[in-house]
T-cell receptor, first 119, second 112 residues
Framework: EAGVTQFPSHSVIEKGQTVTLRCDPI?????LYWYRRVMGKEIKFLLH????????ESGMPNNRFLAERTGGTYSTLKVQPAELEDSGVYFC?????????????????FGEGSRLTVL | GNSVTQMEGPVTLSEEAFLTINCTYT??????LFWYVQYPGEGLQLLLK?????DKGSNKGFEATYRKETTSFHLEKGSVQVSDSAVYFC???????????FGSGTRLLVRP
């Protein structure tokens, strides 16, 4: 079974440019999450999708960040325009639905992360 | 608010040494506690977890006990290997475990 895959692994852009990060969750995982780790600090929650719907986007820092999950499969996270403080590692995670029907235990499966460097 | 504090790294040990990485938390109620590990070039992986006070999580020789009285969840391993070199993150989950609150991570380097 393929794990959570993220692309690109590393992106270097200039301030003011746009970057789009992509996440492919594990097949069958309805839940998809974005987290980020800025400047070697703690990893922080950004948002949570259930299928194509945003369940919780309380961690999104500002309106320069736009996350989508059309069709409930892969997700993209766009930063436009990028600022210096956006540099960091963006992690995607997925999980099965909880409960007997979903078979999930609540465990999150993370990707390797996409490192974003804004110059 | 809820938070997790873990010891700063890097921690450098010789192979077969004893490992302790300290983690303390602040939270209301009864959170679940986790240790995640990120090996070089890989994603974050759940290492172990504990869901209530006095629970001990264990995996791959690592252990951590949920201590409510000291609000701690220290990670220990009796004899580390070079392959344990990684970044270790302590985390807590409240209400629903998806919204994890992480510590800042501790890099462990084990030398042969």
């Amino acid at each position: 079974e393929a794990g959570v895959t993220q692309f690109p692994s590393h992106s270097v852009i200039e301030k003011g440019q746009t970057v789009t990060l992509r996440c492919d969750p594990i097949s069958g995982h309805d839940n998809l999450y974005w987290y980020r780790r800025v400047m070697g600090k703690e990893i922080k929650f950004l948002l949570h999708f259930v299928k194509e719907s945003k369940q919780d986007e309380s961690g999104m820092p500002n309106n320069r960040f736009l996350a989508e999950r059309t069709g409930g499969t892969y997700s993209t996270l766009k930063v436009q325009p990028a600022e210096l403080e956006d540099s960091g590692v963006y992690f995607c995670a997925s999980s099965k639905p909880l409960g007997l029907a979903g078979g999930g235990t609540g465990e999150l499966f993370f990707g390797e992360g996409s490192r974003l460097t804004v110059l | 608010g809820n938070s997790v504090t873990q010891m700063e790294g890097p921690v450098t040990l010789s192979e077969e040494a004893f490992l302790t990485i300290n983690c303390t938390y602040t939270a209301t109620g009864y959170p679940s506690l986790f240790w995640y590990v990120q090996y070089p070039g890989e994603g974050l992986q759940l290492l172990l977890k504990a869901t209530k006070a006095d629970d001990k999580g264990s995996n791959k020789g690592f252990e951590a006990t949920y201590r409510k009285e000291t609000t701690s969840f220290h990670l220990e391993k009796g004899s580390v290997q070079v392959s344990d070199s990684a970044v270790y993150f302590c985390a807590l989950g409240k209400d629903s475990s998806y919204k994890l609150i992480f510590g800042s991570g501790t890099r462990l380097l084990v030398r042969p």
